[in-house]
């Protein structure tokens, strides 16, 4: 009854996925069996493919346990700075084939399933997928936690566990249409409730301001925090760090329902970074406070508790040696305050000490310039939901416009650095109150950095330069290659040895490989096909595996409706034309997700990243992409500045105004209707769409995109157009070389060692936390170690 596993007969007996012996497969096997039976309470008789799914997770996670406690002890004897990465977003993605292969487990997997007669693919896709993020930001702290964990460093990541994660995405009619994504509904192997750990947090209330006396928060209304945790296992080092997602529980009177699925749709776009509703929406300021207040007191808990703590008279000064924090954006940035509020009010140090304690403690990162994703929260609402933290930003306003008064006479000046916004009513600046509140900002790409001081934040960065630093996004290789792209790690693996996977730079040993054209062909070939079968069942088109596949990424801000509808009619049009055949499709890939990026991105061949340059700040989808063997076209923007800069401007098709000529254009003003008078082709292909062509039935139905595209496109799309085409002309030709593509390609993969997440953390972790990576290798449970020796 086995059904042959190709995948599993290719892959060879690399040690990059761990080694395969009888006992280990036995007893993997033993382990599946027993959790059938005990854990699901089933026979093989009446089994689901979700039932064989959690057997082998729950078989998994067993391997986990040991090591999850080890390291935590570790952390408890040693002592050391601990990193917290504090994330309103953690976008993980399947858990099962992660784990296997940082455990180094997954071959051993593969063939105790395949002796069971089942298909280890089938299972993965059974996986319910933890959708806590939307995007770059949140793929991002799951790239961290990776590497951080694989690095040893004593980190953890603190989030909310949504109970409805980023709604499903499906496609009616051409339209977008979202649906709920109860993600918990079978239940998740993969965290551990901690009941015992449930924390309160206040909301509302007043200050309690008697003269004389200590201001006190009071008559708040109160929801409990309950952690939850996952375990994050590094690569192959025994180190399983943990993630604490925070859920909120009903206390009192408090109405939950508005927490959790109140205006669900709403609430799950509202998490969108780049989504226009930084306007004062309470429920998103509930939650942005909840996981930090939760997460502060579990911090200073542990703290306290610490060994060396608990040996002598409490005292904080050490408070900065101990403790990193990491805002991952403003979402988190209320931490500040709160922490101020725990010193000052609770534990009663003098306002100087918490301050400086507070500024040493946090780090900040930006990750965007765009004005509308700017969170700035209105002083009213603040002031209803968390009175005592106002008061303390007001406080800290006071000091920081003293310090800035070094600028007297430039009223200018301090107004644009004040925390508070005055014009269009009263409004909190978060990203002014993260700066004053760390003891580092930065960007995440060196042009994004660039932007950064000497523009958006420039007055802060003239008053304090050392505070402003550059750390690239980064994407880690065991996800991104070995799990999405077996074929071509194990290739690599091969090819120079298995290194790479926890030092990227090594990558750079394929350049002796560039004439080998054969080397990678094969893998991309099966990939493709791989891909073109998946197209073939869900979308039901039928697609030329040896046609070009051009991927862009998907839009996330407020056109995105509309725009989507636009691609699915052309869609319609051009796949239906006979001329036109097999020789182009178009195909809008619905509910794009960690999961599906871990297919598409294999099976590409031309990675489209075309922001106007200055408006994206790094991509990681760009790195992803790199390392998988496609080939990039974009413009000079992001981290694309940097894939340029590692691989030869030569080796991308970099195409579009740069930095400079885009403030150029901005001071000189930007007419889209001269472009569309000059440009014939963009002309016509306006036209059509304005004339009904692709919405026979509604003419109008893409005024709106048309209207936005002459009058008010902030990205000044037609700009680049003449230049776009002109590269995409290169594009083809270059395809139709196949041999020189290859020989490109592997340049690329080549030169994208410089985008793991590894080398970013190692950067983060000695320029900014203080702390250093180590090689330790914690023993696995099965040998026996003493954490101190
Ligand atoms: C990497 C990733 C992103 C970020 O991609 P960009 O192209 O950099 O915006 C978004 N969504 C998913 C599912 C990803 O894997």
């Known amino acids: 009854m086995a059904t042959p596993l190709t995948d599993q007969e290719k892959r060879k007996q690399i040690s990059i996925r761990g080694i395969v012996g009888v006992e280990n497969v036995a007893e993997l096997k033993k382990g599946f069996n027993r959790h059938l039976h005990f854990t ?51 976008y993980m993605g399947r858990a099962l084939q992660n784990t296997m292969i940082n455990l180094g487990l997954q071959n051993a997997c593969d063939e105790a399933i395949y002796q069971l007669g089942l298909d280890m693919e089938d299972l993965e896709e059974m996986e319910e997928v933890a959708g806590l993020g939307n995007g770059g930001l949140g793929r991002l702290a799951a790239c961290f936690l990776d590497s951080m964990a694989t690095l040893g460093l004593a980190a953890y990541g603190y989030g909310i566990r949504y109970e409805y994660g980023i709604f499903n995405q499906k496609i009616k009619d051409g339209w977008q249409v979202e649906e709920a994504d109860d993600w918990l509904r079978y239940g998740n192997p993969w965290e551990k409730d901690r009941p015992e750990f449930m924390l309160p947090v206040h909301f509302y209330g007043r200050v309690d301001e008697e003269d004389g006396k200590e201001p006190k928060w009071v008559d708040t209304q109160v929801v409990l925090a309950m952690p939850y945790d996952t375990p994050i296992p590094g690569y192959m080092n025994n180190t399983v760090n943990t993630m604490r997602l925070w859920s909120a529980h009903a206390h009192n009177d408090f109405n939950l329902r508005d927490f959790n699925i109140g205006d669900y749709i709403q609430a799950v776009l509202d998490r969108n970074l780049t989504f ?43 408070f900065p040696d101990k403790v990193a924090i990491q805002l991952n954006d403003t979402h988190p940035a209320m931490a500040i305050p709160e922490l101020m509020r725990i010193f000052v009010d609770i534990e009663k140090l003098d306002w100087d000490t918490a301050w400086n304690i507070t500024k040493q403690t946090f780090a900040y990162t930006n990750h965007t310039v765009l004005p509308e994703a700017l969170e700035r929260w209105p002083v009213e609402l603040m002031e209803k939901l968390l009175p005592r933290h106002l008061q303390i930003i007001y406080k800290l306003n006071q000091i920081h416009l003293d310090v800035t008064s070094l600028f007297p006479d430039d009223m200018d000046r301090i107004r644009s650095m004040s925390l508070i916004e005055e014009e269009g009513g009263k409004r909190v600046n978060m990203a002014h109150l993260c700066i004053v509140g760390s003891h580092k900002v930065n960007g995440v790409a060196e042009i994004h950095s660039d932007i950064i001081k000497r523009d958006v934040f420039r007055d802060f960065s003239e008053l304090e330069p050392e505070k402003f630093q550059n750390k690239t996004n980064g994407i880690t290789p065991r996800r991104w290659l070995l799990l999405c792209n077996p074929g071509l790690a194990d290739l690599i693996a091969e090819a120079i040895g298995e290194e790479y996977v926890k030092d990227m730079t090594q990558l750079q040993k394929l350049n002796d490989l560039v004439d080998d054209d054969a080397f990678i062909r094969d893998v991309q070939w099966d990939n493709k096909l791989k891909f073109a079968q998946y197209l073939e069942k869900v979308y039901k088109v039928d697609i030329n595996p040896a046609s070009m596949f051009d991927v862009h990424a998907a839009p996330g801000y407020h056109m995105a409706k509309m725009i989507i509808k636009l691609i699915t009619s052309v869609a319609d049009v051009v796949n239906n034309d006979p001329v036109v055949g097999r020789k182009l499709k178009v195909i809008y890939l619905e509910n794009y997700r960690v999961s599906l990026a871990e297919k598409v991105i294999p099976a590409t061949d031309l990675s489209e990243q075309i922001s106007i340059a200055g408006t994206e700040a790094s991509g990681t989808g760009n790195m992803k992409f790199m390392l998988n063997g496609a080939l990039t076209i974009g413009t000079m923007d992001g981290a694309n500045v940097e894939m340029a800069e590692e691989a030869g401007e030569e080796n991308l098709f970099i195409f579009g105004m740069r930095v400079e000529d885009v403030a150029e ?3 000189e003003g930007y007419d889209a209707l001269e472009y569309y008078e000059s440009l014939s082709e963009l002309k016509q292909a306006i036209n059509q769409i304005k004339s009904g062509y692709f919405s026979p039935k509604q003419p109008e139905m893409f005024n709106d995109i048309i209207n936005m595209l002459f009058h008010h496109d902030q990205f000044k799309v037609f700009a680049d157009h003449e230049s776009y085409v002109e590269c995409q002309e290169r594009v083809s030709a270059l395809y139709k ?37 180590t090689d330790l290798k914690i023993p696995p449970p099965s040998e026996p170690w003493s954490p101190l020796t």
């Open 737 to 773: 070389d196949q041999r020189e593509w290859t020989r490109v390609v592997i340049k690329n993969i080549a030169a994208s060692g410089k985008f793991s997440s590894d080398c970013t953390i190692k950067e983060y972790a000695t320029e900014i936390w203080g702390v250093e990576p």
């Open 40 to 90: 699901l309470v089933k026979d093989r008789n009446v089994t689901t493919p979700r039932d064989y799914y959690f057997a082998l997770a729950h078989t998994v996670r067993d391997h986990l346990v040991g090591r999850w406690i080890r390291t935590q002890q570790f952390y408890y004897e040693a002592d050391p700075k601990r990193v917290y990465y504090l994330s309103l977003e953690f």
């Open 665 to 667: 254009m901005d001071k």
């Open 276 to 318: 226009p509703f930084f306007e004062g929406k309470e429920l998103r300021l509930k939650q942005e406070y909840f996981v930090v207040a939760a997460t502060l007191q579990d911090v200073i808990r542990r703290f306290k508790t610490s060994k060396r703590n608990c040996s002598g008279p409490m005292s904080f000064d050490s």
